[in-house]
């Protein structure tokens, strides 16, 4: 088993910066990719970056590359979301996730991950 718990979302003004946080514990050992998806109400979860046990596979959803960075501190078992030139339509609950499998490259499907955090807010207001 493994347990995800994120933080650091909030609220924001357009062009603001947040960072957002996923702390994993348990069977940590065994996770290979960590990604991070999001969902408005009455849409489907979205695939935003993930990144690989080793940190050099990363991967990002074009609406959010150049402007979202994701990195992994392997001790601390933490992943981290850095949201830079934020927009409105960033605003929706993020979600980390745990992917035990070995992959080649991470996957962008939320199906491919089998463990997820509660998820945190974020609000960019314009």
């Known amino acids: 088993q493994v347990q995800l718990i994120e933080s650091g979302g909030g609220l924001v003004q357009t062009g603001g910066s947040l960072r957002l946080s996923c702390s994993t514990s348990?069977?940590?050992?065994?996770?290979?990719?960590m990604g991070w998806f999001r969902q408005a109400p009455g849409k489907e979860r979205e695939f935003v970056a993930a990144?690989?046990?080793?940190?050099?596979?990363?991967s990002y959803a074009d609406s959010v590359k150049g402007r979202f960075t994701v990195s992994r501190d392997n001790v601390k078992n933490t992943v981290y979301l850095q949201m830079n030139s934020l927009k409105p339509e960033d605003t929706t609950v993020y979600y980390c996730?745990?992917?035990?499998?070995?992959?080649?490259?991470?996957?962008?499907?939320?199906?491919?991950?089998?463990?997820w955090g509660q998820g945190t807010q974020v609000t960019v207001s314009s």
């Open positions: 996730a745990a992917d035990l499998n070995l992959r080649t490259n991470c996957a962008t499907i939320q199906t491919a991950y089998e463990y």
């Open positions: 348990g069977r940590t050992f065994g996770i290979y990719c």
């Open positions: 990144i690989s046990r080793s940190v050099s596979s990363t």
